[in-house]
Structures are given as structure tokens and as C-alpha cells.
């Protein structure tokens, strides 16, 4: 198994190559990716593959996202320092982590709850006191914090979440994988404008697990 400074190596190649040099300039995206470490979000025996440019499964027919993805979607979310932001779909708790060195205050929202648990545990470890995740179906968003500046959503569904789009503050901006087969979606930017209307922009394809209903313990 690669020594600490490998993967700091590693995580600096993947910042530089996969990140900068793919068009990905926000300072703080860029600065957030060099301080998690993701070989701490991935199976043991998938540490070497850690900075590899690619999704990587994490158990339970779930992955970790491509890092490519989530930085261009954290590009498209044009983060303030001062934003509260909910991401559903945590998963690994990896998305929340890098929010947690960007954002004021992150939550996530996890159906599996094993999952769920080793994400918050992981978390705790790492001592990211802004970051709050729960076990729970992602459709409903999160009540007792809303609104949100900035909602993500990192599993793809076939339409807008209803109560996702009422948790968003006025003024603020949510990106989401819509397709209608699964692992092949096109990201959607929906902005809530001043005058209470949302405008919905198309953007690139992309792949991502399914967005399900309902919760599941194991
Ligand atoms: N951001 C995560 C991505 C995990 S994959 C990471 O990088 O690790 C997508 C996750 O979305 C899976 O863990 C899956 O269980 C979860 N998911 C799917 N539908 C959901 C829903 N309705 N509510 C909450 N989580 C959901």
C-alpha cells in the first residue's frame, strides 16, 4: 500500500492534470481537492485507484463519484464562502468533505444506512465540524435546514424533485443528473430567480447511479 506523501503525490497529480488541466480554475475547488484525502473514502483494497479519474465502487452497488464531475458540478454551483449547501445522494461522504473546505455549512442526505453511518463516521474522523449528513430519502430534501443557496444531487433521476426545487433560496442555483435510462443523464442547472421563477438550463452527459425512493437499511 502506498505511504501518506504517495498519496499526497497522487493527489496532486490529480489536481494539476485531471482538474486544472481539464479547465477547472476556481481557486477553492482546486484547493478543497488537495486537502481530502479520497483514499480514505474508498474500499481498503481500492486505495491504489484512489486518484484515478473514475467512480469507483463503494459497496452496496454504489460508487464514488468521478473527481472530474464533481468539481466541474461544484464549478457550475459558483460556491460562495457563504453558502449553506445540501447534497443528496452522500454516499462515501466525499462531495461533503470537499463542500465542508468550500462552504459555510454542508449536509448531505443518504438512503443506505450503512452507508450513511460510515460516511459520518469518516467525516467525524477528519474532524469536519460544518458538515452534517443523514440517513433518509433524498426526494424530501432536508426541512429543518432549508432553504439552501446551492442543492447538488448526486444520483440521477428522470425528473426534477419537486421538494428539492421548493427548498432552494430565492436567488440560488441546483445541479442534478436527469436522464430517463440509468447511468446516462444530462446535468440540469435549475436557478430560483428573484421573481420566484425557476429557469432550467441543459448542460453535458454524464453517468450516475439511479436516484431511488424510499430508504434501505443495508
Ligand atoms: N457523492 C457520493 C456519490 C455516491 S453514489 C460519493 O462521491 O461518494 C450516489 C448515492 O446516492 C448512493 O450512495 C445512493 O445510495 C444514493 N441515493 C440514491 N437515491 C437516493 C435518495 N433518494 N436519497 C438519498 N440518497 C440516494
Same mark, same amino acid.
Given at each position: 500500500?502506498?505511504?501518506?506523501?504517495?498519496?499526497?503525490?497522487?493527489?496532486?497529480?490529480?489536481?494539476?492534470?485531471?482538474?486544472?488541466?481539464?479547465?477547472?480554475?476556481?481557486?477553492?475547488?482546486?484547493?478543497?481537492?488537495?486537502?481530502?484525502?479520497?483514499?480514505?473514502?474508498?474500499?481498503?483494497?481500492?486505495?491504489?485507484?484512489?486518484?484515478?479519474?473514475?467512480?469507483?465502487?463503494?459497496?452496496?452497488?454504489?460508487?464514488? *463519484? !468521478?473527481?472530474? $464531475?464533481?468539481?466541474? =458540478?461544484?464549478?457550475?454551483?459558483?460556491?460562495? +464562502?457563504?453558502?449553506?449547501? %445540501?447534497?443528496?445522494?452522500?454516499?462515501?461522504?466525499?462531495?461533503?468533505?470537499?463542500?465542508?473546505?468550500?462552504?459555510?455549512?454542508?449536509?448531505?442526505?443518504?438512503?443506505?444506512?450503512?452507508?450513511?453511518?460510515?460516511?459520518?463516521?469518516?467525516?467525524?474522523?477528519?474532524?469536519?465540524?460544518?458538515?452534517?449528513?443523514?440517513?433518509?430519502?433524498?426526494?424530501?430534501?432536508?426541512?429543518?435546514?432549508?432553504?439552501?443557496?446551492?442543492?447538488?444531487?448526486?444520483?440521477?433521476?428522470?425528473?426534477?424533485?419537486?421538494?428539492?426545487? *421548493? !427548498?432552494?433560496? $430565492?436567488?440560488?442555483? =441546483?445541479?442534478?443528473?436527469?436522464?430517463?435510462? +440509468?447511468?446516462?443523464?444530462? %446535468?440540469?442547472?435549475?436557478?430560483?430567480?428573484?421573481?420566484?421563477?425557476?429557469?432550467?438550463?441543459?448542460?453535458?452527459?454524464?453517468?450516475?447511479?439511479?436516484?431511488?425512493?424510499?430508504?434501505?437499511?443495508?
Amino acid at each position: 500500500m502506498p505511504s501518506e506523501s504517495i498519496f499526497e503525490q497522487q493527489r496532486q497529480t490529480m489536481v494539476i492534470e485531471q482538474l486544472r488541466g481539464r479547465g477547472i480554475r476556481q481557486k477553492a475547488i482546486l484547493n478543497a481537492f488537495l486537502q481530502v484525502p479520497r483514499e480514505e473514502f474508498v474500499p481498503l483494497e481500492l486505495r491504489d485507484h484512489a486518484y484515478e479519474d473514475r467512480a469507483l465502487p463503494i459497496g452496496h452497488r454504489q460508487t464514488i *463519484s !468521478q473527481p472530474f $464531475v464533481v468539481a466541474w =458540478m461544484l464549478a457550475l454551483l459558483n460556491l460562495k +464562502p457563504t453558502d449553506r449547501v %445540501l447534497e443528496i445522494g452522500s454516499g462515501s461522504g466525499y462531495v461533503l468533505a470537499l463542500l465542508s473546505h468550500i462552504v459555510r455549512e454542508a449536509f448531505g442526505v443518504e438512503r443506505i444506512e450503512v452507508l450513511a453511518t460510515a460516511a459520518q463516521e469518516r467525516l467525524a474522523r477528519l474532524e469536519l465540524a460544518n458538515v452534517k449528513i443523514k440517513f433518509g430519502d433524498g426526494n424530501d430534501g432536508w426541512i429543518e435546514y432549508q432553504p439552501f443557496e446551492k442543492i447538488l444531487v448526486s444520483a440521477g433521476g428522470q425528473e426534477i424533485p419537486e421538494r428539492l426545487k *421548493s !427548498q432552494l433560496a $430565492v436567488g440560488g442555483r =441546483m445541479i442534478l443528473p436527469i436522464g430517463d435510462e +440509468p447511468r446516462n443523464q444530462k %446535468l440540469v442547472q435549475v436557478d430560483h430567480l428573484q421573481d420566484g421563477s425557476y429557469k432550467v438550463k441543459r448542460l453535458g452527459r454524464v453517468s450516475f447511479v439511479p436516484l431511488l425512493s424510499g430508504t434501505r437499511q443495508t
